[in-house]
């Protein structure tokens, strides 16, 4: 479903995928199937979105900035992609982000241009991320610092890496 009051230029959606009203989704970005995208967001072309992703309100997926399956971007989170940024000046290759399998990122983060938030990772609401992050970690912050270990379940494990929820241990 394609809201009829978003401008949708790419063909590259697959099934099941929701764009919501005011997107603006550039004619080659590649977005899977089963995706929610909710209102008031920017996907430019050179962005890769995998299935089952979420990406809420007032969020910019910038060039550079891949999304794998299972992804949750909360809302007005914000991507960078160029550390140097000036008015009508344009890097000849813009900064690579890339967002692995089942990570989150919490309501009104920052993360700079050029960094990996590994698979199943969570950051915080908030959160500001310069550096990255690794299978499973928790940071949260500004700027944002490494706080522990998630679960794949998705809650938090004891100082023994053991999931409180569910028993698994990450080690």
Known sequence: MIHPLSDVQTKNIG?????????????????????NINANVLIENDVIIGN??????????????????????GPNVTFTND?????????KKFLKTNIKKSASIGANSTIVGGITIEKYALIGAGSVVTKNIGIQELWYGNPAKHKGYI?????????????????????
């Open 83 to 91: 550390l140097m940024p000036r008015s009508k000046q344009y890097p």
């Open 15 to 35: 099934e099941n995928t929701n764009i919501w009203q005011f997107c603006v989704v550039l004619k080659d970005a590649k977005i899977g199937s089963n995706c």
């Open 151 to 171: 679960c794949k379940c998705g809650q938090k494990c004891n100082i023994e890496l053991i999931c409180k929820n569910c028993k698994e241990n990450i080690k």
């Open 52 to 73: 089952n992703v979420t990406v809420k309100s007032g969020v910019q997926v910038w060039d550079g900035i891949t999304l794998e399956d299972n992804v949750f971007i």
